[in-house]
């Protein structure tokens, strides 16, 4: 695998809301490294920041290509699928984090990512089961328990109702 110079640089640099410097930075390694995965993701992401989606997508997609490492894929999935819904193309954003739920089944924010995609593609209930699915999943306070079992079964039962009984 390809070196990586030190990113801590990049990092500090996106701290301090320097994202141009950052941008021009990993620019000049990328002109001798430009099948570097991490690199090309860390560029992705500092385009994100700066609000350029639409050039952060050819980033996104190069460094998933590239083999990225499995422990970035999953935010490389996330920022590519997000800028896709961002930029209009909310059925190919649909697609990616489908994919992406394939390889990271259980990943909480990929599922909201994706529910903000079907949301975004007129599919509010099957936005809000998934919305529920991770809220059921990752929410563990104990005001939360007395409804969960109530939860489940309305995540399952979105579009039903039920006659109320008469006064």
């Given at each position: 695998m390809a070196t990586v110079p030190d990113l801590s640089m990049i990092r500090h640099l996106k701290s301090k809301g320097r994202f141009e410097e950052a941008r021009d930075q990993l620019a000049i390694w990328?002109?001798?490294d430009p099948e570097n995965p991490r690199l090309v993701v860390e560029m992705a992401f500092t385009l994100?920041?700066?609000?350029?989606?639409?050039?952060?997508?050819?980033y996104y997609e190069k460094a998933l290509e590239l083999g990225l490492d499995?422990?970035?894929?999953p935010d490389a999935y996330i920022g590519l699928g997000s800028s896709l819904r961002v930029v209009g193309r909310t059925w190919a954003a649909r697609q990616l984090l489908e994919k992406?739920?394939?390889?990271?089944?259980?990943?909480?924010?990929?599922?909201?990512f994706y529910a903000l995609a079907l949301f975004q593609d007129h599919n509010a209930g099957d936005a809000f089961r998934q919305l529920?699915?991770?809220?059921?999943?990752?929410?563990?306070?104990?005001?939360?328990?007395?409804?969960?079992?109530?939860?489940?079964y309305y995540r399952d039962h979105?579009?039903?109702s039920w006659p109320r009984p008469p006064k």
């Open positions: 990328l002109e001798s994100d920041n700066l609000g350029d989606e639409a050039a952060a997508i050819p499995p422990t970035q894929r992406g739920l394939e390889e990271f089944a259980q990943h909480p924010a990929m599922r909201v529920l699915d991770v809220t059921l999943r990752e929410v563990s306070s104990p005001e939360f328990t007395p409804y969960r079992r109530a939860l489940m979105l579009n039903e």
